[in-house]
């Protein structure tokens, strides 16, 4: 079983729709959330973390944590083709197991957005 | 604020030839640093991680070796190059302390082996 799941889609949006975007996550002790926004060609680049349950907005994006479900989410409102990338999620495993502040990464998820 | 450089941006190496990446950081002190590799539409592979001067940890055995001389120097180097090793090679860097432990990734180097 992998660790951190997403579907790597793509997932299609027409522009001006929320985009939601999913993970999931295997050890229930893991402890802080992240979602990144990566470009093709470029690096990834931090959108949002979140550690507790329920949601955090931070401008158009709004990231959901569920610790019972293992769910973490990202919904983009009024998508724009801008948002066109691959986002992945990343999950910091429990501290005991986590010397050095590893992140474990899904695969990420495409998302296009369409004019 | 914190930067984090990496050279060469793009390198083409020969099968067999030697390696050298580094990557620094500006604007923080013992940061906690890492070198990823990413496949052509693949995801992240941790290779390396260090908590300070000296310290290295491997996460998947290969031929490839890393170092940090300075506090703020991380190197990835091969001796001979395999055609494998072609990929997007990202350092990274996060606080050493404190809560979410955020990683923070350079611009990368995009190694082709031929």
């Known amino acids: 079983q992998k660790e951190v799941e997403q579907n790597s889609g793509p997932l299609s949006v027409p522009e001006g729709a929320i985009a939601s975007l999913n993970c999931t996550y295997s050890?229930?002790?893991?402890?802080?959330f992240f979602w990144y926004r990566q470009y093709s060609g470029k690096s990834p680049e931090l959108i949002m973390f979140?550690?507790?349950?329920g949601d955090k907005e931070d401008g158009r994006f709004t990231a959901q944590l569920n610790k019972a479900s293992q769910y973490v989410s990202l919904l983009i409102r009024d998508s724009q083709p801008s948002d066109s990338a691959t986002y992945l999620c990343?999950?910091?495993?429990?501290?005991?197991?986590?010397?050095?502040?590893?992140?474990?990464f899904g695969q990420g998820t495409e998302l296009s957005v369409k004019p | 604020s914190q930067t984090i450089h990496q050279w060469p941006a793009t390198l083409v190496q020969p099968v067999g030839s030697p390696l050298s990446l580094e990557c620094t950081v500006e604007g923080t002190s013992n940061p906690n640093l890492y070198w990823y590799r990413q496949a052509a539409g693949r995801g992240l592979q941790l290779l390396f991680y260090s908590v300070g001067i000296g310290q290295i940890s491997s996460e998947v055995p290969q031929n490839l070796s890393a170092s940090r001389p300075q506090d703020r120097q991380f190197i990835l180097s091969s001796k001979k190059l395999l055609l494998s090793d072609s990929g997007f090679y990202l350092c990274?860097?996060?606080?050493?302390?404190?809560?979410?432990?955020?990683?923070?990734f350079g611009p990368g180097t995009r190694l082709l082996v031929l």
């Open positions: 990274a860097w996060s606080p050493s302390s404190g809560g979410a432990r955020t990683q923070y």
């Open positions: 050890d229930r002790g893991s402890q802080s």
């Open positions: 990343a999950v910091t495993p429990p501290g005991i197991y986590n010397q050095g502040g590893k992140l474990i």
């Open positions: 979140i550690y507790s349950n």
